[in-house]
């Protein structure tokens, strides 16, 4: 079970201690990025995948503080572009199928472009997905789950029955979108029958050890009992 936070508060952080995961000075992230990612034909494609991990690792971060209550629909887009924009600069990438075929830019704004498209026209979770397409590709899962979160974040169960349903590489669109729903609501997201004798294995033989990742960041982030 995921522990309560309850009573908890995140440890305030001083000059000797560690920031917050991504709050570096935006030069030394793109250094960063640049340096881990150089080298190979794949460049560009590191750099955005990259850049939409530490996107999302902030945006959770934040999250765990909103004490279950979402953050309104335009906060989704608004804050990831404002992230990843500045992370990922302007390396151009193509979608390979959709409504969106032709595009050519940076992730950002091509998430930027189609959920804002989406939302303007109140398309549905399967209606959205089916226009840029959900499989296992960058500029397919990342709009997908945006857009999930920006219809559903308030609908807990909805928003983890859209991503499952609608999308096509729904284990990596439903995970990332059950990590967003948890951070913010935490276990009270889900009913008991959907948590109850979960194994919290990370491989075959670990039973548990998701319970003891979660209790250490606990105890690293937090204070508590």
Same mark, same amino acid.
């Given at each position: 079970?995921?522990?309560?936070?309850?009573?908890? #508060?995140?440890?305030?952080?001083?000059?000797?201690?560690?920031?917050?995961?991504?709050?570096?000075?935006?030069? #030394?992230?793109? @250094?960063?990025? =640049?340096?881990?990612?150089?080298?190979?034909?794949? /460049?560009?494609?590191?750099?955005?995948?990259?850049?939409?991990?530490?996107?999302?690792?902030?945006?959770?971060? @934040?999250?765990?503080?909103?004490?279950?209550?979402?953050?309104? #629909?335009?906060?989704?887009?608004?804050?990831?572009? =404002?992230?990843?924009?500045?992370? =990922?600069? &302007?390396? *151009?990438?193509?979608?390979?199928?959709?409504?969106?075929?032709?595009?050519?830019?940076?992730?950002?704004?091509?998430? !930027?472009?189609?959920?804002?498209?989406?939302?303007?026209?109140?398309?549905?979770? %399967?209606?959205?997905?089916?226009?840029? /397409?959900?499989?296992?590709?960058?500029?397919?899962?990342?709009?997908?789950?945006?857009?999930?979160?920006? #219809? /559903?974040? *308030? @609908?807990?169960? *909805?928003?983890?029955?859209?991503?499952?349903?609608?999308?096509?590489?729904?284990?990596?669109?439903?995970?990332?979108?059950?990590?967003?729903?948890?951070?913010?609501?935490?276990? =009270?997201?889900?009913?008991? !029958?959907?948590?109850?004798?979960?194994?919290?294995?990370?491989?075959?033989?670990?039973?548990?050890? %998701?319970? @003891?990742?979660?209790?250490?960041?606990?105890?690293?982030?937090? &204070?508590?009992?």
């Amino acid at each position: 079970m995921v522990r309560e936070r309850s009573g908890f #508060r995140r440890k305030r952080s001083t000059d000797a201690d560690s920031a917050d995961p991504v709050a570096t000075p935006a030069d #030394r992230r793109r @250094e960063g990025l =640049e340096r881990d990612s150089a080298g190979g034909d794949d /460049h560009p494609k590191k750099i955005a995948s990259i850049s939409d991990c530490m996107a999302f690792t902030a945006m959770l971060w @934040e999250l765990l503080d909103r004490k279950g209550k979402a953050p309104g #629909r335009k906060w989704w887009l608004g804050r990831y572009v =404002e992230i990843a924009a500045d992370l =990922e600069g &302007d390396f *151009e990438y193509e979608p390979r199928g959709g409504r969106f075929l032709g595009f050519k830019g940076p992730l950002w704004k091509y998430v !930027q472009e189609t959920l804002t498209w989406a939302d303007s026209n109140d398309l549905s979770i %399967v209606e959205a997905c089916d226009a840029w /397409h959900s499989g296992a590709f960058l500029l397919e899962t990342v709009p997908s789950v945006l857009y999930i979160l920006m #219809r /559903h974040a *308030e @609908e807990p169960i *909805e928003a983890m029955v859209r991503a499952v349903n609608d999308t096509k590489d729904n284990d990596i669109v439903g995970a990332i979108v059950g990590a967003a729903i948890v951070a913010v609501y935490e276990r =009270e997201a889900f009913s008991l !029958q959907w948590v109850t004798d979960l194994s919290g294995r990370t491989s075959l033989d670990d039973d548990g050890r %998701v319970f @003891e990742i979660i209790e250490a960041a606990w105890k690293t982030f937090w &204070d508590g009992k």
